[in-house]
Nanobody
């Protein structure tokens, strides 16, 4: 099974940017879709973005459209989440996950069966 490790989180000021990385060990991302989710204290895990490793399908949650971009690097077997124009509401633990969701289920955390431990993103005002 793919082991996922997120990195790149940290403390950033409002309006700033961060790039999160999702690394896979044990096998490649081939055949998977990779989702990014986030969870703030006391809240449910929300969909952020997703991308198919094989193919160009991407999707974004409404709160991040136009500010976040998901991408992949075949050579490095990495998936990235570029986050720009961050605000306080983006503060959360960010997780990457793999699975085989159909496109219409990209947003559904239950469609992913393998999760990393998350990386904390804190946006200060």
């Amino acid at each position: 099974q793919v082991q996922l490790v997120e990195s790149g989180g940290g403390l950033v000021q409002t309006g700033g940017s961060l790039r999160l990385s999702c690394a896979a060990s044990g096998r490649t991302f081939v055949g998977y879709s990779i989702g990014w989710f986030r969870q703030a204290p006391g809240k449910e895990r929300d969909f952020v973005a997703a991308i198919r490793w094989n193919g160009g399908n991407t999707a974004y949650g409404d709160p991040v459209k136009g500010r976040f971009a998901v991408s992949k690097d075949f050579a490095k077997n990495m998936v990235y989440l570029q986050m720009s124009n961050l605000n306080y509401e983006d503060t959360a633990v960010y997780f990457c996950a793999t699975g085989h969701p159909i496109t219409s289920q990209f947003h559904n955390p239950q469609a992913y069966n393998n999760w990393g431990r998350g990386t904390q993103v804190t946006v200060s005002s």
